[in-house]
């Protein structure tokens, strides 16, 4: 070994410590942290019985109203300025209203040089014939950017809540999620067999025209993802675990969010649209043009695809 | 146009209203689903289509699934624990989430 | 009193749909309608937004045949906006009905009231 330091001098470094958590060697919040697993909801007959007894106490003390004055008065007091709280709230939003300037109105404030400026320069600019495709992607990306995050972060909270570990709980959760369910339907296979490939080629078209029609990426997405969900619903999770499981959820985001970010942070490097960046727009309304658009909106498709087909499998048996 | 639009804004209303007093929790979230696609009608006339897709797909489907499945997890308890009962075990019947 | 209430009947009914879902919020006791209003209160944010950057007699911001000038074309703006609030709004509610499955595991029940009962009595 040539390392200058001695074992011990080493092992103080931050270096070390990187290193270490990156092994997995020790984990940091062992010990630090306050961890502690939800207890599961079990009872035996004690516990039962004074539940029911709690139950009967609550019955009586709580929910029955007529004998109870102070609960009757604060329920009612609570509705009664709840419902003049909403009515004031609406009629002061009203009165609000009837001074704003008429709606459809173009010489209203809010139609000022912000709009001006992306209606007329967006073609030149970004390439792109949807102006909105165009402003979101181009020159509010770092908006879409922090969506798209949004969502990856939407899923991983949800995998953290329901998701099932041991592996005899979750071939429960199976069993008991379909157990009122006919299970291979014909008339939904068949349906499904002609329906799924055309929403799935309909959810392509509205992401590859994302810059030339409305739609793109989230509403492309969401089709995709609908699609997925239909195919689940007539055939059942193991057939799509054939070419769907966590890791392919796992690269799909990982790649597309990592291309989205170097993607922009080129763009960014060179100046934003000002500056020459080297990839042609093409002509406006041919399907390759518009620059870094088109990928942008099939990254952008591909996430939103993926996490609404794992907030259904989440929700059905807590993983997938 | 004008009157079609103000006939789809008194719908909006209706279903908003109707969402709140209607006791069964499927018939809220279906007419929470018409609410969303009269919405995104309501876009197609106010000149935003990408709003329109984006609802249709997003706020009548995904989010309706969403709701229904929710929906099924607690009827899906509450009907093993029927079984349950009827299998022997005297667990006392609690008040479900499906009302 | 301003005079264009009649104007803005699309705003008038955005206003008083975020009413209807605030007192959605506030009234109901189950959680699942909690959740239905709070996406109501999104949806009649939306549409005010989208009834600002109307704009009578322009088609959508679509270029069509070259034409770049600002009288053809809506406000693009809000449009931009309320895309990114409806994907946010539908990942919102996928988290609240997910901690919604979580309580209902725990307590077996939906209603605010007794979940926050036998919260204070685990306290104890």
Not at chain 1, 93 to 102: A, E, G, K, R, T
Not at chain 1, 126 to 136: D, E, K, L, Y
Not at chain 3, 44 to 67: C, H, M, Q, S, W
Not at chain 3, 94 to 110: E, K, N, P
Request: glycine residues 8%; proline residues 3%.
């Amino acid at each position: 070994m040539s390392r200058l330091l001695s074992e011990q001098e080493y092992r103080k470094t931050k270096a070390f410590k990187v290193k270490r958590w990156y092994r997995g060697d020790k984990d940091p919040y062992i010990g630090r942290v306050e961890l502690r697993p939800q207890k599961p909801f079990e009872e035996d007959v004690n516990t039962q019985k004074k539940r029911i007894h709690d139950e009967a106490i609550l019955q009586r003390n709580i929910y029955d109203i007529e004998h109870n004055r102070k609960l009757m008065m604060f329920s009612k007091f609570y509705k009664v300025i709840s419902v003049l709280f909403v009515f004031t709230l609406i009629g002061i939003l009203l009165y609000m209203v009837s001074y704003l300037p008429p709606v459809g109105n173009a010489a209203n404030p809010d139609n000022n040089e912000v709009a001006t400026k992306y209606i007329e320069d967006a073609m030149k600019d970004t390439g792109a014939v949807n102006i909105v495709t165009g402003m979101i992607l181009d020159y509010r990306a770092f908006d879409t950017l922090g969506e798209s995050n949004v969502l990856f972060i939407a899923t991983c909270t949800v995998l953290i809540l329901l998701r099932v570990d041991s592996r005899s709980k979750k071939k429960e959760e199976e069993e008991n999620d379909r157990l009122y369910e006919p299970k291979n339907d014909i008339i939904l296979q068949k349906v499904a067999f002609f329906l799924v490939p055309m929403i799935i080629i309909f959810g392509i078209y509205v992401i590859l025209n994302g810059h030339l029609s409305p739609g793109g990426g989230f509403s492309g997405g969401a089709i995709i993802g609908s699609g997925l969900i239909l195919y689940v619903n007539a055939f059942g999770f193991k057939k799509i675990e054939r070419f769907f499981t966590q890791k392919t959820y796992k690269w799909i985001c990982f790649v597309a969010l990592l291309f989205y970010c170097l993607a922009k942070t080129y763009s960014f490097y060179c100046g934003a649209h000002h500056l020459e960046t080297g990839i042609p727009l093409g002509t406006p309304g041919d399907i390759l043009s518009s620059g870094l658009i088109l990928p942008l909106n099939i990254c952008v498709g591909m996430v939103v695809a993926c996490t609404m087909y794992a907030f259904y499998a989440m929700f059905r048996k807590g993983g997938f | 146009m004008k009157v079609f639009q103000v006939v789809l804004f008194i719908f909006l209303i209706v279903c908003a209203i109707s969402v709140s007093f209607s006791k069964n929790l499927l018939n809220s979230i279906i007419i929470f689903m018409s609410y969303s696609l009269i919405m995104s009608i309501i876009w197609i006339l106010l000149e935003s289509p990408d709003l329109a897709i984006t609802e249709a797909a997003v706020g009548a489907g995904i989010t309706s699934i969403l709701f229904f499945v929710t929906l099924k997890k607690i009827h899906a308890i509450v009907a093993v624990e029927h079984d349950e009962e009827k299998a022997g075990h005297h667990r006392h019947d609690r008040k479900g989430g499906a009302k | 009193m301003g005079g264009n209430l009649l104007a803005n009947y699309g705003e008038a009914v955005a206003m008083i749909l975020f009413g209807i879902g605030f007192s959605n919020l506030l009234l109901q006791k189950n959680l699942i309608k909690k959740i239905i209003g709070l996406n109501i209160m999104d949806t009649a944010t939306y549409l005010f937004l989208a009834e600002k950057g109307y704009i009578a007699g322009r088609v959508a911001p679509i270029v069509v045949d070259n034409v770049t000038s600002v009288e053809a074309y809506i406000n693009p703006v809000p449009s931009g906006l309320v895309l990114t609030g409806i994907v946010v709004s539908v990942s919102v509610t996928a988290l609240m009905l997910s901690l919604t499955i979580r309580l209902y595991r725990r307590y077996h029940t939906l209603d605010m009231d007794e979940i926050s009962t036998m919260l204070k009595k685990e306290d104890q």
